[in-house]
């Protein structure tokens, strides 16, 4: 396990008995509560998003080999796109597929959280504006995206950023890997050093135009394998040592 490395805090945001607080995550599920009602295991608590954001701003075709499935020509700047507050779950809660679409996709993707207000921040100094990182799926209606020729519509319903499970920091993320399940079978499999535009390149695009508020997030880009989240189908986003973060989906209600 990844929380025995030195350096490496796992940060939970956590309900508990109707009280919210946050707590580090130790080996084997214990919980170290920081602040909020006590508990001992995370079996214990509901998760909540390891975050707050104000925004989230989600990148577009960051890995060659996903561009070349989309068919579209890998960007020659970082190509960004919001995604709204009110679209973030926890690991756990469902995502609501909406009906009248014909293609509503799963995209796994390392996130990283702010850890202070941040503008033009250079990419020598990007890293010391990190929180932390957890896993995310940029849940995308696949035929508004097309249609729209612009994200907002097609990444902007609600439960279409689960984040989580919990926020890690203290390590190296150039070596991570991310991997996408649906009902247990691998459908996406990537490395953080495979993408177009590393972090820092990143964190300074963004920053250069919009201000990043603590606890905002920025979604880095899917590696190759999107696909259906089907109705009744479990998603899971796995990144190694940040855990997994599980999504059942479900059919829209009105
Ligand atoms: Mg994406």
Same mark, same amino acid.
């Given at each position: 396990?990844?929380?025995?490395?030195?350096?490496?805090?796992?940060?939970?945001?956590?309900?508990?008995?109707?009280?919210?607080?946050?707590?580090?995550?130790?080996?084997?599920?214990?919980? !170290?509560? %920081?602040?909020?009602?006590?508990?001992?295991?995370?079996? !214990?608590?509901?998760?909540?998003?390891?975050?707050?954001?104000?925004?989230?701003?989600?990148?577009?075709?960051?890995?060659?080999?996903?561009?070349?499935?989309?068919?579209?020509?890998?960007?020659? !700047?970082?190509? %960004?796109?919001?995604?709204?507050?009110?679209?973030?779950?926890?690991?756990?809660?469902?995502?609501?597929?909406?009906?009248?679409?014909?293609? +509503?996709?799963?995209?796994?993707?390392?996130?990283?959280?702010?850890?202070?207000?941040?503008?033009?921040?250079?990419?020598?100094?990007?890293?010391?504006?990190?929180?932390?990182?957890?896993?995310?799926?940029?849940?995308?209606?696949?035929?508004?995206?097309?249609?729209?020729?612009?994200?907002?519509?097609?990444?902007?319903?609600?439960?279409?950023?689960?984040?989580?499970?919990?926020?890690?920091?203290?390590?190296?993320?150039? +070596?991570?890997?991310?991997?996408?399940?649906?009902?247990?079978?691998?459908?996406?499999?990537?490395? +953080?050093?495979?993408?177009?535009?590393?972090?820092?390149?990143?964190?300074?695009?963004?920053?250069?135009?919009?201000?990043? %508020?603590?606890?905002?997030?920025?979604?880095?880009?899917?590696?190759?394998?999107?696909?259906?989240?089907?109705?009744?189908?479990?998603? !899971? +986003?796995?990144?190694?040592?940040?855990?997994?973060?599980?999504?059942?989906?479900?059919?829209?209600?009105?």
């Amino acid at each position: 396990m990844n929380a025995g490395q030195p350096g490496v805090e796992r940060l939970v945001r956590y309900r508990f008995r109707g009280q919210t607080g946050r707590a580090r995550l130790h080996e084997d599920g214990v919980l !170290e509560p %920081l602040d909020g009602p006590p508990v001992r295991r995370l079996d !214990e608590v509901e998760l909540l998003p390891p975050s707050e954001p104000s925004k989230i701003v989600g990148v577009g075709l960051n890995y060659h080999a996903h561009a070349r499935e989309m068919g579209k020509a890998v960007p020659e !700047e970082p190509l %960004l796109f919001l995604k709204p507050s009110t679209a973030v779950i926890a690991s756990g809660q469902p995502i609501v597929r909406p009906a009248g679409f014909e293609r +509503v996709d799963y995209e796994g993707e390392l996130a990283l959280v702010f850890s202070r207000r941040a503008r033009h921040i250079s990419e020598a100094e990007a890293f010391s504006v990190v929180a932390g990182y957890c896993c995310c799926n940029d849940v995308t209606v696949r035929d508004l995206q097309q249609r729209d020729g612009q994200y907002t519509r097609a990444k902007g319903f609600d439960t279409f950023a689960p984040l989580g499970p919990w926020l890690v920091s203290g390590l190296n993320p150039d +070596v991570l890997r991310i991997t996408t399940r649906v009902d247990g079978t691998v459908r996406q499999q990537g490395a +953080v050093a495979d993408m177009i535009f590393p972090l820092p390149r990143l964190i300074a695009t963004v920053t250069r135009v919009m201000t990043m %508020l603590p606890g905002d997030v920025l979604t880095t880009g899917t590696p190759p394998g999107v696909g259906q989240a089907q109705v009744g189908s479990v998603i !899971e +986003v796995e990144i190694d040592g940040l855990g997994v973060l599980r999504n059942p989906v479900v059919a829209e209600q009105r």
